[in-house]
Structure formats: structure tokens, C-alpha cells
């Protein structure tokens, strides 16, 4: 009998290894507990509380914090190198170098991101070396001199300028999307007005100096900011900050997940790596995009959108990995998931009215109750275990229209015509005799021949032909393709 634990408090629990199949953990609080490689087939986790105990938030909290101060500290030896610029001891150049390299910086990382900066440096520090050595060179009574010395100090600020600007950046735009992740919003206030006030403190002394340091604390809570909104252009800023503030989090890590239900739990700072989440119903779930995903699914922003709000009209899947996913119910009118591998999906209910399932790979996907009207289904992969049951559909595409061949081949071919119930799977029952005749192992070769000379005799007119065989696994032999011809024969039904 599958055990019980709803409502209770399992705080710091370990439930490593354990066989849990079918356990009712609704509405408990499981912050911290340990699930690691535990089967956890068909459980219930409806309305837990997943994620940090409240020291370990803390804790993390009191890091974040730490980062910023040293951020802080980083753009505060910024603005003294830019306040070279009214030094006597110092050339103007050298605080004009590492002026043009804040200046790019700041430009670069607000509208293309933190990785392109790398380039933008490069670039900026060739410019202003040459700019450098401009300035140091001197034409005295037509002799050329060279202050060499003012040229390695300028070269040295300008490099130590944008080795800062990028530490300081990344380590404080971490520590903010740290602290974003996993505290409520009132906190982070009150760390933006915290960090912002110790960084005039300290350098109230030097204006430039204070004035770097300030907008270097704003960029950082900008980019945190951004990072944690899902923007791409900072998603290595989000990545990192989402797996630190896991530390110490619910752990799911290598564990079975297969048709468990987290509907509207709370998840962040959850560890989901290596588990099996296949068909796991995540509808209406808070702070799914605050987990460690790992190489899941649950890495993907539009595919997590959908799974938590069931939304998914217009989205391109195309090419995806969405092994497994549930998108039970879930609106996807015009979706494209071409080439897309939807094995073991579960898409019980879901409106794919003129969804392009070309190529897409569907062993073992659930259909049942879906709409298909208007999918254009050429070349789609379906086997004798997709589930065709009670599918709501009243014409398809059998090609998807180009410019080179823009008819879609509708079926029925009668526009006026449509499929009364039941006679979709009436048509679609000689793919699965035809293109996917799959044999378990130890079957005698000679029968895959018997069998096929009868369907070819029962089926003159199709002209069928074995053209390839392929291995699928261990125990299965695919007879892909017969003929191309086939499809006429199909499309007379």
C-alpha cells in the first residue's frame, strides 16, 4: 500500500534510494529533503513545498551579500583608476584609457550581454593602446620621442580596468540573481538600498571613485535582474546563480519521476538533475524556472511555460529533445514541432489544430483525446504504440506546403468532406499496417516475409516495397518505408 505522508512536516528528510512508488506527499513540506535516485513512480506531490530550509537561505543570503561587498570593492578600484584623470602623478591618458573601457563596457553588456563584452574588450583595448601610444609620442624639433614609461602604465590600467569591470560584474550580477532566486521580494530591496548605501560609504571620499562604484552596483542589479527574468542574453549569469541557490535544496537528482504529479507545488531551488520526468505533470506548479534542470527538458523557458500554464499556441518546438513531456490538455493551435522527438509524450487532450508534426518522432506518444484537425502530418513517425484513442479530428495535411510543392495533399481530398467520428482511426490503421510493422526479437525472419507478401498481394494496387529495415533497441525491427505509393492507397480511404 503506498505510504502517506501529506501534510507533514519532512524538513531535511533523506529519502535517498528509497522505493516510494505511488506515496502521497500533498501539501507537505519536503524543503531540504533528500529524494536522490528514489522511485517516486505516480507520486503525489501536489501543493508540497519543495526547495531551502530558512538557514540555508540565510546562509546563502549572508554569501550573496559577501559577493556584492567584494563587487563593490572591484568597482571601487575602477574609480580610482579613473580618477587618475585629475592626478598630477599620472598622464590624463591612463584615466582616459580605462574610461573608454568602462564605457564600453557598460554599452556592450546592457544590450548585447555579458559574453560579448569579451569581443568588445578586445576591441576597446586595441583602440586605446593605439590611442595610448598616440598620445606618448611626441614631435620635438622633428624627432619623435616615446614616454614608454607613461605607455606601460596606461597599458596596465587599461588591462587591470577591464579584468575589474568584468570580476566585478559577474561576481555582483550573481550575487543579486542569487539573492532574486531565492528570497522574497522585500529582502531584495532591501539589499539593493543596502549595497547601495555602503557603496557611497566608502567611497564618498572620491567623487569619480564613488560615482563608478554606484553605477557599478546599479549595472550588476540590472543584469541580476535580467538574468533571473529569463533574458538569454545573461543566461550564464542565471545558470550559475539558479545552481548555487540549489545548494542545499530539495534534491530530486537521478530520481524516477515518471507520471508524478507536482501540480501547484513550490519548487525553486530544486535539483532535478538526471531524473526521469517522463510524462511528470508540472500544471500550475510556482518557480518551475528556479530549478536545476540539468540536460531535462525543464532547461528549455518555452517548454516549462507550457507546462505550467498550458499555453503553448504559436510556439516553435522544432528539432526539440520533448521526450517524455506532459502537455496534457495543453493549447497548442499552430505550434511547429517539426523534427521534433515526442516519444513517451503525453498529449491526452491537447489542441494541436494545425500543429506541424512533420518528421516529428512519436513511439510510444500519447494522442488520446488530442485534436488534430488540420496537422500536417507528412513523414510523421508514429508506431504501433502511439495511442490514436478517441482523437478528435476532421481533415489533415499530408504534406506541408512549399513554395516548390504547395499543395498540402488535405485528406479527405473533398474539401467540402470531413471525418465523422471514428474514421480518422480508420484512416490512419494502414500506416501502422504498412510503415511500421514492428516484430519482436526470436520472430523467424521468414514469417516478416510471409506476412508482407500477403499484405502486398491483399494490396495490389499500392505497389508495395520493402526499401529499408532498421533496428529500433534490442528487441525490435522496423520496416520503415514500403513505397511512396502507398500513401495513394491510404488516401482512397
Request: aromatic share 8%.
Given at each position: ?27 507537505a ?17 501536489s501543493?508540497?513545498?519543495a ?44 584615466g582616459?584609457?580605462v ?91 532591501a ?16 567623487v ?8 557599478g552596483?546599479?549595472?550588476n ?20 546563480a ?33 531524473a ?44 526539440g ?20 522527438d ?37 513523414d ?54 504498412t ?40 528487441d ?18
Amino acid at each position: 500500500m503506498p505510504q502517506d505522508f501529506s501534510g507533514q512536516n519532512l524538513r531535511g528528510r533523506s529519502f535517498k534510494g528509497q522505493n516510494l512508488e505511488g506515496a502521497n506527499f500533498s501539501g507537505a513540506d519536503i524543503r531540504g529533503a533528500d529524494f536522490t535516485v528514489a522511485n517516486l513512480r505516480r507520486a503525489n506531490f501536489s501543493h508540497a513545498t519543495a526547495g531551502l530550509q530558512r538557514r540555508w537561505a540565510i546562509f546563502l543570503v549572508l554569501v550573496s551579500c559577501v559577493l556584492l561587498g567584494m563587487s563593490e570593492f572591484l568597482w571601487f578600484l575602477n574609480g580610482l583608476f579613473v580618477s587618475l584623470l585629475s592626478s598630477n602623478s599620472f598622464s590624463p591618458t591612463t584615466g582616459w584609457t580605462v574610461l573608454i573601457v568602462l564605457v564600453a563596457f557598460f554599452a556592450v553588456t546592457i544590450r548585447q550581454g555579458v559574453a560579448a563584452f569579451a569581443i568588445a574588450a578586445v576591441i576597446a583595448t586595441a583602440i586605446a593602446v593605439v590611442a595610448v601610444i598616440a598620445a606618448a609620442v611626441s614631435n620635438s624639433i622633428g624627432v619623435i620621442t616615446v614616454d614608454f614609461s607613461q605607455v606601460a602604465i596606461s597599458a596596465v590600467a587599461l588591462v587591470a580596468g577591464a579584468a575589474v569591470s568584468v570580476a566585478a560584474s559577474i561576481i555582483g550580477a550573481i550575487a543579486v540573481a542569487i539573492v532574486r532566486v531565492i528570497a522574497v521580494d522585500g529582502v531584495f530591496v532591501a539589499v539593493i538600498v543596502g549595497a547601495i548605501t555602503v557603496a557611497g560609504a566608502m567611497s564618498a571620499a572620491i567623487v569619480v571613485a564613488a560615482a563608478v562604484t554606484v553605477i557599478g552596483v546599479l549595472l550588476n542589479f540590472y543584469i541580476g535582474w535580467q538574468a533571473v527574468k529569463g533574458d538569454e542574453q545573461y543566461s550564464v549569469v542565471r545558470n550559475m546563480a539558479v545552481n548555487f541557490a540549489a545548494i542545499g535544496g530539495t534534491s530530486f537528482r537521478g530520481a524516477n519521476l515518471s507520471n508524478t504529479d507536482f501540480t501547484q507545488a513550490m519548487l525553486k531551488s530544486t535539483d532535478f538533475r538526471k531524473a526521469n520526468l517522463t510524462r511528470t505533470c508540472f500544471h500550475k506548479t510556482k518557480k518551475l524556472d528556479r530549478v536545476r534542470p540539468g540536460t531535462t527538458y525543464l532547461q528549455k523557458a518555452q517548454v516549462v511555460s507550457v507546462l505550467v500554464t498550458g499555453q503553448g499556441q504559436d510556439l516553435n518546438f522544432e528539432r526539440g529533445d520533448l521526450r517524455g513531456v506532459n502537455f496534457q490538455g495543453a493549447n497548442l493551435v499552430d505550434a511547429s514541432f517539426i523534427g521534433a522527438d515526442l516519444s513517451a509524450a503525453n498529449l491526452q487532450d491537447a489542441d494541436l489544430s494545425r500543429a506541424k508534426l512533420v518528421q516529428a518522432q512519436l513511439n510510444g506518444t500519447n494522442f488520446t483525446g488530442a485534436t488534430l484537425t488540420g496537422a500536417y502530418i507528412q513523414d510523421w513517425g508514429i508506431t504501433t504504440d502511439t495511442k490514436f484513442d478517441g482523437v478528435r479530428c476532421e481533415y489533415v495535411y499530408m504534406r506541408l506546403p512549399t513554395k516548390e510543392n504547395p499543395d498540402p495533399l488535405r485528406k479527405p481530398d473533398n474539401h467540402k468532406e470531413v471525418f465523422a467520428d471514428g474514421e480518422f482511426g480508420e484512416f490512419i490503421q494502414p500506416i501502422f499496417d504498412t510503415l511500421d510493422l514492428y516484430h519482436n526479437q526470436g520472430v523467424d525472419p521468414r514469417a516478416i516475409a510471409v506476412a508482407f507478401k500477403e499484405l502486398a498481394e491483399n494490396n495490389p494496387s499500392a505497389e508495395l516495397e520493402i526499401v529499408a529495415i532498421e533496428r529500433r533497441g534490442e528487441d525490435k525491427i522496423l520496416l520503415p518505408d514500403f513505397s511512396r505509393d502507398v500513401e495513394k492507397e491510404i488516401g482512397s480511404r
